[in-house]
């Protein structure tokens, strides 16, 4: 690579010291983000709509003395709005939409930051799958082996991230849209408390109160200075998470103290957890009890046979409001303008009854005072990142006939992240292993709602004592 040539070397937080110290210049470090780009993105798909001239024209009208100063950084094509560019959502049917006429609040935040937006990643159609295969534009591949899927929703995001094009990007999570694609990739992946980061000034809640906007990076101090930077309610939001003690960038790396940590390998939905996952579980419990924690098998008394169903309910019926949502077609898509298994969850969805939704959201919110109840004795909770190794392109698939098998491959891949999207408590997966064909393996941390600084002291420990950052693959070699 030309150009700044150590690009790789940082995190956000470093490339933004180097800012700051006058050693490298904003331009230099987009240059050097667009050059890996164009280099990597052939191979991987992560970059589906490129802003470089946005980026430029930013760095040249002035960037806000933010922590984050000169950083290149990716927006996934969903949720976040852009004044004046196109947010397509992953989807043919809304491939058409128009610019947005204003940023959304987290991307005001992100510009306050210092960042420099010069993309959009891919993403699957409105966000309903765990892979990043969509018709508009092809599948995005897994930087580790790209016979296999990134993950998704965000797996453009992670992709790009994987492929050290830059050191983080954004993403959002309904039912592991984060985690799961960061497990795959070899990142840091933070699904924050519900209600950490505002959906103003356009919704008040995503997927009903599931989903929350964050981001994928490479370090866990990157992760919390990007909380600290976003966080806090909106105008008019409905509802707001509790405010923290202090930034979380001072908990990445404060000492934990002794936790109280609890694990467990029981997915909740009874899927069978691979080998890999379940022996990298079990060296991260070993090495939290070597680091002085607390720590013993246990599993959470919840009502575990409600998990996918109110997820289900949720899901497929703000799929159907979604699907109506295009702001100049004035109607829903017809059969074969989306893809079939939006269509077939949006059929589901047509069926929720209004008293089935009510049902749904009292569901839960009794799972999230049974997890109240269980960290009333635990400060944190282990399991694995995911169930199996990342499968190959095409097995999730989206134009299948299927829709009640479409959802069984999802959660026998992810089993463990849907259920924290529902209690609305912060979780986070860490690539803490590797597997004999050198794909990243990761283990879920999650705490109490409310509670991310518990998980950065802790994550920021398990990153000290088994570091990760030198794992690089062979694109990025």
Not at 315 to 334: D, E, M, Q, Y
Not at 393 to 412: A, K, N, Q, S
Request: hydrophobic fraction near 40%; proline fraction near 8%; aromatic fraction near 8%.
């Amino acid at each position: 690579m030309k150009g700044f040539a150590d690009f790789e070397q940082y995190d956000g937080l470093g490339l933004a010291e180097l800012v700051q110290w006058g050693k490298v210049t904003p331009v230099e470090l987009l240059e050097a983000a667009i050059e890996r780009v164009e280099a990597r993105n052939p191979t991987v798909n992560a970059v589906i709509m490129k802003l470089y001239d946005y980026g430029r024209t930013a760095i040249a009208d002035g960037l806000p003395d933010g922590p984050f100063r000169g950083v290149p950084y990716l927006m996934k094509d969903l949720t976040a709005s852009i004044a004046g560019v196109p947010m397509t959502r992953g989807s043919t049917f809304f491939a058409d939409t128009p610019p947005a006429a204003a940023d959304s609040e987290h991307v005001k935040r992100l510009k306050r930051a210092g960042l420099v937006i010069f993309g959009r990643t891919n993403t699957c159609e409105l966000g309903l799958s765990l892979t990043c295969e969509p018709r508009l534009y092809g599948p995005t591949k897994n930087p580790w082996d790209p016979t296999r899927i990134s993950a998704g929703s965000s797996g453009g995001a992670a992709a790009a991230v994987g492929a050290r094009m830059l050191p983080m990007a954004h993403g959002s999570d309904g039912f592991g849209s984060i985690r799961a694609p960061a497990a795959c990739c070899g990142l840091v992946g933070l699904k924050p408390t519900r209600a950490r980061n505002t959906f103003a000034p356009f919704l008040g809640e995503g997927l009903g109160g599931l989903s929350t906007e964050h981001a994928m990076t490479l370090t866990v101090r990157d992760s919390a200075a990007l909380l600290d930077a976003t966080c806090g309610p909106g105008p008019g939001d409905p509802y707001a998470a509790p405010l923290p003690a202090r930034p979380y960038r001072e908990d990445a790396g404060a000492d934990p103290g002794r936790l109280r940590i609890a694990w467990t390998a029981a997915a909740p939905n009874g899927a069978k957890v691979e080998a890999e996952p379940r022996r990298v579980l079990a060296e991260t419990v070993k090495l939290c009890a070597d680091l002085g924690h607390r720590v013993e098998e246990r599993e959470p008394e919840i009502d575990r046979a409600a998990v996918v169903p109110t997820f289900l309910t949720l899901a497929s019926a703000n799929t159907v409001v979604n699907l109506a949502s295009h702001p100049t077609a004035g109607r829903p898509p017809r059969e074969g303008e989306v893809e079939r298994i939006t269509w077939l969850t949006a059929k589901m969805g047509d069926k929720v009854t209004a008293a089935d939704y009510v049902r749904a959201t009292q569901a839960a919110h009794r799972l999230g005072r049974q997890m109240a109840a269980f960290h009333a004795d635990y400060d944190v909770l282990l399991t694995p990142g995911l169930a199996t190794l990342p499968p190959k392109l095409g097995w999730i698939d989206m134009m299948m006939g299927d829709v009640d098998e479409y959802w069984r491959r999802v959660f026998t891949f992810s089993p463990f992240t849907v259920w924290f999207n529902i209690t609305g408590q912060p979780a986070l997966t860490l690539p803490l292993g590797q597997s004999p064909e050198g794909l990243p393996v990761a283990v879920q941390l999650v705490a109490r709602f409310g509670d991310e600084a518990t998980l950065f002291r802790l994550a920021a420990q398990l990153e000290a004592a088994r570091p990760w950052f030198g794992r690089k693959p062979k694109l990025a070699s």
